[in-house]
Structure formats: C-alpha cells, structure tokens
C-alpha cells in the first residue's frame, strides 16, 4: 500500500489499529437530566485535568509551539457555544452525555470539514480529539493506553495530535494514517519526534488484522503487511544500516564542522518553526540558517501581529541560547498562498506576486514583521534574510523601510537593535548582479531550490517535468561558484540555504568554491559534517 511520506525512517513490527470512538457511543434516555449535568461536569473537569498535564508533558518535550494544541483543546471545553450545544442536547432531547458530546463534536467537525482551508478543516480533528476524550472519561475508559503494549505501528483512520503526543514514543515503531494531510499536527509531531510516518495511506482499516507484522517505508511511502521473507530481511537491512549510521554518526556531536586542513564551515539547521528547535538542537546544529517565517502566517486565518511574531522570534532566539538564528522575512506567493489576503489567482504564480514583491507592495504587512523582528533581535544573535531579490532597487527600497522602522521604534521607546541584514540569491538576476548586492547587504544566502527553477525554467512543483529536472546542471553550480566570488570580493560570507546544500555528492565541490555555510534540514547535519571532516584542500583539488 502506498501514501504520502511525511518522515522518514523505515520500521518492522506488529501492527496496532486504533478505531475512531464515534462507533462506540450509544443513546439511551435520561430521566434525571440534573445529574446527568453534574456527570459531564466531572467528565469534563476529569478531561481539563489530563489535558493541563499533556501540556506540560509537551512543552518539555517538544516546545512552546507544539504543546500550544493542548492548550486550544483547553479552550475549546471553555467554548459558551460548544458547551451550549451539549447542555441544550441533554436537557431537550433528555439523553446521555456521551451521545450529546458525540452529536454536538461531529456537528462541529463537519462544520470545519466543509471549509475551504486544509488549516480549518484540521480544527476539525482538534474537536474530535477533545470530544473523543471526554466521551472516554464518561464511560470511565481508562486513557489510550499504548504503553503497556510492545513496540508497534500505529494505524488508524486518523490521529489526533493528542494521541500521538500521549503515546509513549520508545513504543511507536511508525505511525500510518489514512487521512491527514503533509500540514497536519500529526505529521509536525511525527517528524518531531523522529518516528517514521506516511498519511494518506491507501488502506480499509477492517482489513486489517492487528498484530500482524508490518514494514513502513517512510522514504517511499509505502506499507506492507504480511510481507514475505524476502521483503522482512530486506527491511531489517535497511533498519541495520540506518541504526549503525546513526550510531556512528552520535560521536559527530559536540564536533567542530572543519575539514582537515583546518576551515570551518559553518552548519546550520533549515526549520519552519520553533517546534522544529529541539530537533535541530538535537542534531547540533550550530544555529538556524534559514527560519521559513511564512508558516506563522500559513497557520493563521489572519496576519500574526507584531506582539504574536515577537513572541515566536524571541522563543527562537532564547531556545538557542545565543547561537546564531537566521529569520527569513515573509515568502509567500506561488506554491504558499495565504488566502487572508486574499491577493486573487495568477497565470504564472512562481513569476508572480510573491516574497518581497508583496512586501514592498504591503508595507503595512512588512514594517509589521520587521518591528518584531528588530525588537526580538534584543534576545540573542538575529540576522534577518530577504527572499527573492532580483534588483538592487529593492534592496535600496528594504533599507529605507528597515531605518524607518528603526527610527520609529526608538522615538516609541522600545528597545530593539538592528540584525545583520542578508539576502537570498535565488533569482538568476540576483547571480548576474551579485557583485553590486554584495556591497548592499551583510551576507548572501543561496536559494538552490529557485534558482534551480528560475535557471532552468522548470516549475518545482510539477511531478511532469521530473525527467528534465537536473539538479546538478552545470548552470545552476557555475551560478553558484560566481556568487561565492562576488560575495568574498565583498567581504561577506555565502551561504547555501536550499535543499543542494545536503547534497553529498556536491559537498566537496562547494568547499573548493568557497562556500562559508551550509543550511540543512536537522537530520543531515552530523553526516554532513562527518563527511566535512574528511576532507582537505588537497583533496579538493
Ligand atoms: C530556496 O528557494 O532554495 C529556498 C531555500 O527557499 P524555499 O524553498 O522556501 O523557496
Ligand atoms: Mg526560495
């Protein structure tokens, strides 16, 4: 069977199916609806109680951001409306708690479903989680437990971020869901804590017989059952070398990124939020190359305001403890749209309105992220990064707007101080005028990822042009040497920020280029710098 990737790992072992509660909840006739009041109360106050303790149980292991969904679940048992539907449903129809909880979560969760927004018709599984637990406490079920069984993989039509969060983590070998999508919490926490995961997966849950032996695939996506021999001995391969380089990889941690020649290079982590901190932390990263901010955006039904990017940008900085954190400035338009603003369909959206098209456009929209960021740059080592430059104009236009927010800030009173200011070079444009970038900004971050679409004119998010996709085209690598030399004519250092940058096959040629900073995601940075550390000028050539 087959689904989505969304982390990857490969996992053998008997499999767990967990059915949805909706099933199990029956209607029977109340006749005492005071009391049956007083039992959803304890119901409830039972659920507040579990869920202030996952809470805190996830804000240890994960963080802020990923503990922040037991805190919703939190608000939504305060929710007048909610509760209303409950009350309103055992006192008029005179039945059980259960069956009002059920009635007034489903009634909800079809309501987001029918939205038009893969982040609202998520919500959806946030109130079927919390309805689901309350029905639990009702019937006096003990808490989905998956601690006393053996390590497994967990499938399930769908699983809510607080039945992942729940399980032990030693005892999940992969999780396969049904439903979901790559945007869910699930997913987030899935990748979180390293445990291999496929959504989508193409599967009949009554299928299924539990215990049966499993193989997860979580680089192709695939899942297999009863899988022959041949199939378990190949898997256990895999899982063998997996753990020997991870093992071997362990001892990379707390070294220098230097080759043997004695130059540093400078090994960063990719992330797109804060949740994604502890991972790279975890992998010794030597800070945050690249901070894609456009998902405080993306999970939002409105713009994140100045207090609430602060907010974000200080945890970031302060979960580093002074290393350095590299925040790129709102990257929307093309493949990431941001319905809110509602900026209408476009023929060629990757040519389009997108990144600081739209914030030189909105002002309002830039100088709002900006004051966050000049006032979260106070915590710790901040460089702002701003993508998708093709002309020296906006860099010029960028500086003008970033003194006018600094000198707004200082006649406001508020403390900040302004980051080191850099660019990404991911336009072929940018490449050709890098000599004269070069003496605007304090460093150059390469966007391999679009320039790779931009030189080859070649759409990134069409499967069809795959065949014709080269990424080490001869083009897209000399752009790169001649931006390294233009960037060092300067005096800047140059980073690689796009996926090339994890490429191992490329590694020693952007070393003889000269590149200063690689910018991975989390899970290739010791094996980066264990293949650093081999290297040496001489052997560059
Ligand atoms: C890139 O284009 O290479 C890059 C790092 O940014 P993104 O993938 O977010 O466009
Ligand atoms: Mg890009």
């Not at 039904?301 to 302060?318: G, I, M, W």
């Amino acid at each position: 069977m087959t689904g989505k990737a969304v982390h990857f790992g490969i996992a053998v072992g008997p499999v767990v199916v967990i059915k949805p509660w909706e099933a199990q909840v029956k209607r029977y006739r109340i006749y005492n609806t005071a009391s049956e009041m007083v039992r959803l109360e304890q119901g409830l106050y039972k659920v507040k109680n579990q869920l202030k303790k996952l809470y805190e149980k996830a804000l240890e292991e994960v963080g802020q951001e990923g503990a922040a969904i037991f805190n919703a679940h939190l608000m939504l048992l305060e929710d007048a409306g909610f509760l209303d539907s409950i009350h309103t449903i055992i006192q008029a129809e005179k039945v059980n708690a259960e069956y009002a909880v059920a009635t007034t979560g489903t009634h909800y969760a079809d309501m987001f479903a029918g939205m038009d927004d893969d982040y609202m018709q998520e919500r959806g599984i946030d109130v079927m989680d919390v309805s689901g637990r309350v029905i639990r406490a009702l019937q006096g079920q003990e808490e989905l437990s998956v601690t006393e069984m053996e390590p497994s993989i967990i499938v399930a039509e769908d699983l809510t971020p607080g039945e992942v969060m729940q399980m032990d983590k030693k005892k999940i070998l992969a999780l396969v869901t049904v439903r979901g999508s790559a945007n869910s919490h699930t997913a987030i926490l899935a990748a979180m804590m390293n445990i291999p995961a496929i959504v989508g997966a193409e599967l009949s849950l009554g299928d299924l017989q539990p215990g049966k032996l499993g193989i997860v695939d979580g680089y192709e996506g695939s899942f297999v059952i009863d899988a022959t021999e041949v199939e378990l001995s190949v898997a256990r391969e895999k899982i063998r070398a997996q753990e020997e380089e991870q093992a071997l990889l362990q001892c990379m941690k707390g070294k220098e990124t230097v080759t043997k020649d004695g130059r540093r290079i400078g090994l960063l982590a990719n992330i797109g939020g804060v949740q994604d901190i502890a991972y790279a932390l975890e992998n010794d990263a030597e800070g945050i190359g690249l901070f894609r901010s456009e998902f405080l955006y993306l999970q939002k039904d409105r713009l994140p305001t100045e207090e609430e990017q602060l907010h974000v940008y200080k945890k970031a900085l302060q979960k580093m403890e002074g290393k350095l954190v590299t925040i790129r400035t709102l990257d929307i338009g093309a493949d990431k749209q941001v319905d809110y603003l509602e900026l209408g369909k476009e023929d060629n959206p990757a040519l389009g309105f997108r990144a600081i098209r739209i914030c030189l456009t909105r002002k309002d929209i830039f100088k709002t992220q900006l004051r966050a960021l000049f006032r979260a740059g106070m915590h710790g080592e901040l460089a702002v990064l701003y993508p998708m430059i093709t002309s020296l104009s906006e860099v010029l236009q960028i500086k003008e707007i970033a003194e006018e927010v600094a000198k707004e800030l200082a006649s406001e009173g508020l403390s900040y101080q302004v980051p080191k200011q850099g660019i990404m070079i991911e336009t072929p444009a940018a490449v050709m005028i890098s000599d004269e970038l070069a003496e605007l900004v304090d460093f150059f971050s390469i966007g391999t990822n679009d320039l790779t679409q931009y030189t080859l004119a070649l759409d990134r998010q069409n499967e069809r042009l795959d065949a014709f996709y080269d990424a080490h085209h001869p083009a897209v690598l000399r752009m790169i040497g001649m931006v390294v030399e233009n960037g060092h004519r300067h005096g800047i250092p140059v980073g690689i920020c796009g996926e090339l940058g994890s490429d191992m096959e490329l590694t020693e040629l952007f070393l003889k280029m000269g590149v200063d900073e690689l910018s991975v995601s989390p899970g290739n940075i010791l094996r980066l710098r264990a293949s650093i550390r081999e290297m040496s000028k001489e052997e560059e050539g």
